[in-house]
């Protein structure tokens, strides 16, 4: 074995044994007194109403409704006192107000806004009916998106008013002939909608579902359907409003009754409170199913409604 030699020095004694330098040989480096661990993010401004996808609070949002809604009506009222408007053509809003108000109270406003009700929603429900199940089948199919698709978007270019003349000859003109009008005009567009939002389900919750081993009625009924949902809702409450746009042309069918009628037979008297009213009537229950709407659609998907 070998040893070192007995004049080798120990570790510790030949460190001992160093020179030291002397303190000026190299300056000292300041230190600063306090050094922040890390340096501080900067927040994101929040500038309330102008912040991209932000939320507001409940009472700013009912202002600005309010404020959205009251100010029409402050232009209008501004527009029939000082615009030199004749009152026939631009009726003030205390005269349709008026005129909405005896209309209630002596011309059944309650009786024709039932029976319009009823045509709109009997053409919309028999047009979800058939419009929903019809899309899922497009949107999940590409051999039925290919049969039935380019028809669809033929049809739906047509205008619901030219079918008039077919629907008195096929189905006469009663109560059917209204909803068939509101049926024609809501369902190709509602078809088509509804394709749209099952083809937007993403396709990695259709391929994992394939990997687990289900089968094409589970991916449409347990993946596609559930996922799609939210979007389908949507699309019957825009679609709800279409079907109110059209009740004006179905009630050109020999209709009796009805807001559409009213504001049609107003408009051979030259009664134009009368058509403000009507129209005014409409719009307000229009708000009112639009507001149900998104009430269920909270109510169905709370969240995708919660607050950030």
Partial sequence: MSQLPPFAPSLAGSTAALPKAPASAAPAVPVPATVPATAPTPKPRRNGFWTVRTGISRR???????????????????????????????????????????????????EDMGISVYRVVAGFVLSAVIALPLGLLIGSFRSVQALLEPLTDLIRYMPAVAFIPLVMLWVGIDEGSKIAIIFIGTFFQMVLMVAEDVRRVPAAQVEAAQTMGANRRELVEKVILPSAKPALLDTLRITMGWAWTYLVVAELVAANSGLGYAILRAQRFLQTDTIFAGIIVIGLIGLVTDQLFRWAHRRAFPWLNLKG
């Fill in 60 to 110: 700013a949002y009912w202002g600005l409704a309010l404020t959205g809604l009251i100010t029409p009506l402050l232009m209008w009222a501004a527009l029939a006192a000082w615009g030199g408007m004749e009152p026939t053509f631009m009726p003030s809003p205390t005269a349709v107000l008026a005129k909405t108000w005896d209309w209630a109270l002596e011309n059944n406003l309650l």
